[in-house]
């Protein structure tokens, strides 16, 4: 199946700062690429998807200025914590899936996630 | 609005045995996908089984099968043989297929499995 990286795979931070989380497609091109949030023992939470070329489309109560996403290329998607704080610890996962016509068109391919722990 | 219920929050099954996970879901779409997903651990999401709501026959994956009920909304996985391997969370999930794009997926809250040895 087709593979989805995620850089870094766990980062500690102070208060205040930003952080940056990559999302790499390997092995095929995403058009879509999607945000999850997940909090222990509990379910994943779409926080955004978003279009290579396009403006994310951010989910009810995702506060779009705090969490930054960048689809810049058809195999990167970057995902911006700004001004951190320690509620926003949680494991970060996101997905793609690829182009219409492929194999990876009805599928979402799960990156390892990374888990972001605020100071 | 488009919800995915698994009304079993933990299930257990000893080794060798097969257990069902409950899944139901509501939507006035016609057209759409259901998946379960395993999340081990590890916490990488795994794709088990996927369904085409179209499609009348239910989907298997070797020891993975599910009982499709499209008029009921429901959306059961049954785990044949159970191995210490299958321990992990399995998450129902649907999708509406757009045609043209890709809609997001609509998790359950989980089910979390033991296997007994």
């Known amino acids: 199946g087709a593979v989805v990286s995620q850089h870094p795979s766990w980062v500690i931070c102070k208060s205040g700062t930003s952080v940056k989380i990559e999302c790499r497609s390997l092995?095929?091109?995403?058009?879509?690429m999607f945000w999850y949030r997940q909090f222990p023992k509990q379910s994943l939470m779409l926080m955004a998807t978003s279009n290579e070329g396009s403006k994310a489309t951010y989910e009810q109560g995702v506060e779009k200025d705090k969490f930054l996403i960048n689809h810049a290329s058809l195999t990167l998607s970057t995902l911006t914590v700004t001004s951190a704080h320690p509620e926003d610890s949680s494991f970060y996962i996101c997905?793609?899936?690829?182009?219409?016509?492929?194999?990876?068109?009805?599928?979402?391919?799960f990156g390892p996630g990374t888990r972001l722990t605020v100071l | 609005a488009q919800t995915v219920t698994q009304s079993q929050p933990e299930m257990s099954v000893q080794e060798a045995e097969t257990v069902t996970l409950s899944c139901t879901y509501d939507?006035?779409?016609?057209?759409?996908?259901l998946f379960w997903y395993k999340q081990p651990p590890s916490r990488q999401m795994i794709l088990v089984i996927r369904q085409e709501a179209y499609k009348q026959q239910n989907a298997t994956e070797n020891r993975f099968s599910v009982n499709f009920q499209k008029a009921a909304k429901s959306f059961s996985l049954k785990i044949s043989d159970s191995q210490l391997g299958d321990a992990a969370m399995y998450f129902c999930?649907?999708?509406?297929?757009?045609?043209?794009?890709?809609?997001?997926?609509?998790f359950g809250k989980g089910t979390k499995l033991s296997v007994k040895p």
């Open positions: 997905s793609a899936s690829g182009l219409a016509g492929e194999a990876s068109y009805n599928e979402q391919f």
């Open positions: 999930a649907y999708r509406v297929n757009y045609g043209g794009s890709q809609g997001n997926l609509i």
């Open positions: 939507t006035s779409e016609s057209d759409y996908y």
């Open positions: 092995d095929f091109q995403a058009t879509t």
